[in-house]
């Protein structure tokens, strides 16, 4: 613990609901530890361009109800060259930084193993983001918010797709995994639900949708993740049904990027909270390139590598589920 003085923290990629949260019990962690804590603004850009500041137990008042990053968050290409990383490295050690714990997702974590094979500097991540798709993890951070911001969108949709006796495809992003899609599609009630992990194909899509008509459904709901393979694209999949079954007036709605934002949920703001008290012990303790998770409600500690190499399971029982609840 002698060895580690001063954490570094930072939020990078797609922001989730949560990562306030999450930098909230970083820097408390530290300040409890006797650890000084320094924020680095915009990610990796940030820590080429040398964005630094100090922050204490009072930096982070009033935050944990807030959605987005305080920190800031961005892309940087930069990073990606042996220059840029070495920039990087430069900076913090002229900062007297000694650790970095990084929150984000695939892209976030990527940059950290390249960063920490590299320079032998140790990291530990964080994952902050919606789409639930990092291994080693039962929940990332915020999506548990997405999740709630989806079914109270849909809820509201489906009042008009009821007064109007319409069909609606409504799509969510997820774009390599169809968590938010499938558990959000459940909770609101959709008559079907198209992920990218299960191609419903346009034939069923289009006797599924059929039977419902003749079971006496006046309107419907279709939950499309963005990376759903049926169609091209939700907009492809109104086409085919207006072709085929003109009898139904079809409407698009994408929610887009109001799923990241919003306050985070209960939910997220504890999960944070254990995230960032175990990012900092662990580091303390002298442990490098994991990621903290949680697995069956206890928080635990995944190899980076694994981490993003690991594919997230998508809940066959859930699918079951869903097939059973369109009846």
């Given at each position: 613990m002698d060895k580690i003085k001063r954490i570094g923290v930072m939020t990078s990629g797609g922001d989730s609901p949560g990562m306030n949260a999450a930098?909230?019990?970083?820097?408390?962690?530290?300040?409890?530890?006797?650890?000084?804590?320094?924020?680095?603004?915009?990610?990796?850009?940030?820590?080429?361009?040398?964005?630094?500041?100090?922050?204490?137990?009072?930096?982070?008042?009033?935050?944990?109800n807030k959605g987005g990053t305080f920190?800031?968050?961005?892309?940087?290409?930069?990073?990606?060259?042996?220059?840029?990383?070495q920039k990087a490295f430069d900076n913090l050690k002229a900062a007297n930084i000694d650790a970095l714990i990084t929150i984000g997702g695939d892209g976030t974590f990527t940059g950290a193993i390249i960063f920490n094979r590299e320079f032998n500097f140790p990291v530990i991540?964080?994952?902050?983001?919606?789409?639930?798709?990092?291994?080693?993890?039962?929940?990332?951070?915020?999506?548990?918010t997405a999740l709630n911001t989806v079914v109270d969108a849909v809820d509201k949709i489906r009042d008009t797709a009821s007064s109007h006796d319409r069909l609606f495809f409504i799509e969510v992003m997820g774009r390599d995994a169809g968590h938010i899609a499938l558990n959000a599609g459940i909770g609101a009630g959709a008559e079907e639900i198209l992920i990218p992990e299960e191609n419903l194909g346009l034939e069923r899509l289009l006797e599924s949708l059929e039977k419902s008509k003749q079971s006496g459904k006046a309107s419907s709901i279709v939950i499309v993740a963005e990376g759903d393979k049926s169609g091209k694209n939700v907009f492809e999949l109104k086409d085919y049904i207006d072709k085929n079954l003109p009898e139904y007036d079809v409407r698009v709605s994408v929610l887009g990027h109001l799923?990241?934002?919003?306050?985070?949920?209960?939910?997220?703001?504890?999960?944070?909270?254990?995230?960032?008290?175990?990012?900092?012990?662990?580091?303390?303790e002298g442990k490098s390139n994991l990621m903290v998770g949680l697995i069956s409600d206890e928080i635990s500690l995944t190899p980076l590598e694994n981490a993003i190499k690991g594919q997230s399971k998508i809940?066959?029982?859930l699918i079951r589920v869903s097939d059973i609840m369109s009846v």
């Open positions: 930098i909230r019990a970083v820097v408390r962690t530290c300040a409890y530890y006797e650890t000084e804590c320094i924020g680095i603004y915009h990610g990796y850009q940030g820590m080429i361009a040398g964005d630094f500041i100090e922050l204490n137990a009072r930096s982070v008042k009033g935050i944990i920190l800031k968050s961005a892309r940087s290409k930069e990073f990606m060259t042996k220059e840029g990383r991540g964080i994952p902050g983001t919606i789409d639930n798709d990092i291994a080693g993890t039962s929940h990332t951070l915020g999506y548990d799923q990241r934002g919003g306050s985070p949920s209960c939910f997220d703001r504890v999960l944070a909270s254990r995230m960032g008290v175990a990012a900092v012990e662990s580091l303390l809940n066959k029982e």
